[in-house]
Each structure stands twice: as C-alpha cells, then as structure tokens.
C-alpha cells in the first residue's frame, strides 16, 4: 500500500461476504485527527473550567472540608465550617473559613501555625461536602437538601417533590448571602442559573 493512503474493510454480510476498500487521502485523515485534537483540548477546558469555579467558591457554616498539613497526620483529617464560620484546629484553636475560599483558608492555617509551631508548613485544603440548600413553600416536601454540582432550580423543585397545586410554578425567589431575587420563567429557560450552596429558595402561592 502506498505512504499516506489507508485502507478500510467492511463486511457487508455473514454469508457472502463482500470486501469494499475505501482509500482516503492523507489530508482527510489529518483532518479528523485535528478534530480529535480538537476535542480533547474542550474537554480539557472544560475541566480546567470547572476547577476554577471550585477555586472562587466561598466556603459557609455546613462545608466539610479536608485539611492536610503535609508531613504532619496528626493535624491532618475532615473538619466542618460551624454555624460562626470557623473551624476548629489542633494546635492554633479557631480559624476563620467562611466568606473565603479554600485557598483563603490554607493561607490563614499557614500563618498560624507559623506562630511558634511548624516553620515551614505546607497545606492543602479541599471541600468534601458542600452545605446543604433550601427550598420553601409551596412544594410538597419542603425542607434542606444536600447540594450536587450543576443544580438548577427545576432540580431543586423536583427533589423537593414538585409543587403543590397552589404553587406559582413560574416564579421562584432565591435568597443568597443575605440578598433576595426574584426570577422569572423566561429568566430560566436557557439553564444559566444555578443554585449554589446554602441558597433558600421560596416558591410562592398563587391567587386564584
């Protein structure tokens, strides 16, 4: 077979067999090897994407995390942001976490340990479990609910049990980090809004 020409065999049936070659040119199976270049660098964008996010996440009361101190088990393990916002660390005592991120946090153990304790620490910290969300009013099961990447109010709704039959089912007001937002259907429907952790949703109750 000549350089840069590849052949393709097909059998078209069990019984008689028929052998068809198909030859390609190289440029086109260099253009689907581009195309499979291609791809592998979206998806890698698109991890690298979601990383980020991750990075800019503030932690909150309900967050566990893990902290490793490297070299140093005894101070390594999975601890919980508290209802005040801290956690608590062997040695240092209270260290501040909520309204940062995780690499907030790994900055502040650092420094204090650096406070007569290790000389040179090393600290990683990544978020285990996310703190929960909550939906109230008018749906059948209201209540807290542990948060998953890629939420949407729809999800919400639906692990909520769906709505009651007094729901306003086109409008949701979301409250985060102390502010309110009322949405509407339209403002949904191209899926750009995402729940994050410790949103309240309300949905409320229509007038008949």
Not at 30 to 40: A, D, E, G, L
Not at 73 to 87: M, Q
Not at 136 to 157: D, I, Q, S
Request: hydrophobic share 40%.
């Amino acid at each position: 077979m000549r350089k840069g020409v590849c052949a393709l065999f097909r059998l078209d049936d069990d019984k008689n067999p028929e052998l068809t070659i198909r030859t390609e040119s190289k440029a086109l199976v260099m253009m689907k090897m581009m195309r499979s270049i291609f791809t592998v660098f979206l998806l890698v964008g698109f991890s690298a994407s979601a990383w980020a996010g991750d990075a800019t996440y503030s932690l909150g009361a309900g967050d566990k995390v893990r902290i490793t101190v490297f070299g140093e088990p005894d101070l390594t393990g999975e601890y919980e942001v508290d209802g005040s916002g801290v956690v608590a660390f062997p040695l240092v005592g209270e260290v501040q976490a909520a309204s940062g991120t995780a690499r907030d946090l790994e900055r502040r153990i650092v420094a204090k340990l650096q406070e007569g304790y290790l000389k040179h620490p090393t600290v990683n910290v990544e978020v285990l479990t996310y703190r929960p969300f909550f939906i109230m009013g008018e749906v059948k099961a209201p209540g807290g609910y542990a948060y998953r990447n890629g939420l949407t109010l729809m999800n919400a709704v639906a692990m909520a049990g769906g709505y009651t039959y007094r729901a306003k089912s086109n409008v949701w007001v979301v409250t985060r980090d102390g502010g309110e937002r009322k949405m509407q259907a339209e403002e949904i429907a191209n899926g750009n809004f995402r729940v994050l952790p410790g949103d309240t949703i309300l949905i409320p109750e229509r007038f008949f």
